[in-house]
Antibody, heavy 121, light 107 residues
């Protein structure tokens, strides 16, 4: 069974660093892209970026480039999303999801349960 | 970036009603369009890929179509479990942008 299990909720202060994780199981982790999606309170889904764990090829949305770092450790089938200096505006639910081929296109078929990040002084 | 514009942003309907949600792309994306359902406290769920291909296990009351850069998600007879927020997403090129969502509420 394919599963993406994310790390638990985090409460941090502005300026702190954070790394959240997404562990894949039940499939070949290195051969599927993993994407990250943000949902701010009361808002919609925003596509942040995507990584191919096989070679760590990473693509960022321009909105998030330089604001976060996406990485992966294929030896432990885990993808990461990290911040070096959190802001209050980073408060959101963050989802990871697996990208697969869907016919002639791609789609996000399995999702993690989400990690709530709260940044408050 | 390709912009995806959904309408309406919210919609009230009753069980048994049929509803249609529209998504317009800012440029041609061929049929590279997916639809997701998102319920509070749950992960989003993929419903339709390539504009009109229903994922396995998704009820047949859901359907999708394309006309140029306009895409529609239709639910033919609403069931209680269908009340959720729906998002379109283009998958032609990164960033794979989402529409702003349509919240479907019970009337």
């Amino acid at each position: 069974e394919v599963q993406l299990v994310q790390s638990g909720a985090e409460v941090k202060k502005p300026g702190e660093s954070l790394k959240i994780s997404c562990k894949g199981s039940g499939y070949s982790f290195t051969t599927y892209w993993i994407g990250w999606v943000r949902q701010m309170p009361g808002k919609g889904l925003e596509w942040m970026g995507i990584i191919y764990p096989g070679d760590s090829d990473t693509r960022y949305s321009p909105s998030f480039q330089g604001q976060v770092t996406i990485s992966a450790d294929k030896s432990i089938s885990t993808a990461y999303l990290q911040w070096s200096s959190l802001k209050a505006s980073d408060t959101a639910m963050y989802y990871c999801a697996r990208r697969v081929d869907c016919g002639s296109t791609s789609c996000l078929d399995y999702w993690g349960q989400g990690t709530q990040v709260t940044v408050s002084s | 970036d390709i912009q995806m514009t959904q309408s309406p942003s919210s919609l009230s309907a009753s069980v048994g009603d049929g509803v249609t949600i529209t998504c317009r792309a800012s440029q041609s994306i061929s049929s590279y369009l997916n639809w997701y359902q998102h319920k509070p406290g749950k992960a989003p769920k993929l419903l339709i890929s390539t504009a009109s291909s229903l994922l396995s296990g998704v009820p047949s009351r859901f359907s999708g179509s394309r006309s140029g850069t306009d895409f529609t998600l239709t639910i033919s007879s609403l069931q209680p479990e269908d009340f959720a927020t729906y998002y379109c997403q283009q998958s032609l090129t990164t960033p794979y942008t989402f529409g702003q969502g349509t919240k479907l509420e019970i009337k």
